[in-house]
């Protein structure tokens, strides 16, 4: 996982869920901005696919348990790609809510998910 790259996917997400929750609560129908939005959201975990296989074979290895953290990963696009969905089938306010919530759920996760990749041991924590 690059760090960075990780950060950059946390600020998109929260704006995208931000934004969405905003236009529902207004009580606007899911619109390009926070469909697409969306879209930007999975496009973004499809790249960090692409970078959880990498990064292993150039040498940046998870220290936390490699399997949650691809369950992490695996969930959260399951759940942008179910919130599009039902954006596209559903054009009421609450499709656009659920829009919203999905991308803050997303950004907590992939939080969760740098942890898992740059957990530190106790004895490395404290120095000893």
Do not use: H
């Amino acid at each position: 996982m690059i760090e960075w790259f990780s950060f950059v996917q946390i600020g998109v997400a929260t704006l995208v869920g931000l934004i969405a929750l905003v236009f529902g609560a207004m009580g606007r129908r899911p619109d390009d901005v926070t469909v697409l939005g969306s879209a930007l959201v999975a496009l973004l975990l499809i790249a960090q696919i692409v970078v959880g296989i990498v990064q292993p074979l150039v040498g940046n290895d998870p220290t936390g348990d490699i399997v949650e953290w691809w369950l992490y990963l695996i969930v959260a696009l399951l759940l942008v790609v179910a919130g599009v969905v039902w954006a596209l089938i559903d054009r009421t306010r609450w499709a656009t809510i659920i829009l919203g919530v999905v991308a803050v759920t997303v950004a907590v996760m992939v939080y969760r998910m740098n942890q898992i990749w740059f957990v530190q041991t106790v004895g490395g924590a404290l120095g000893a």
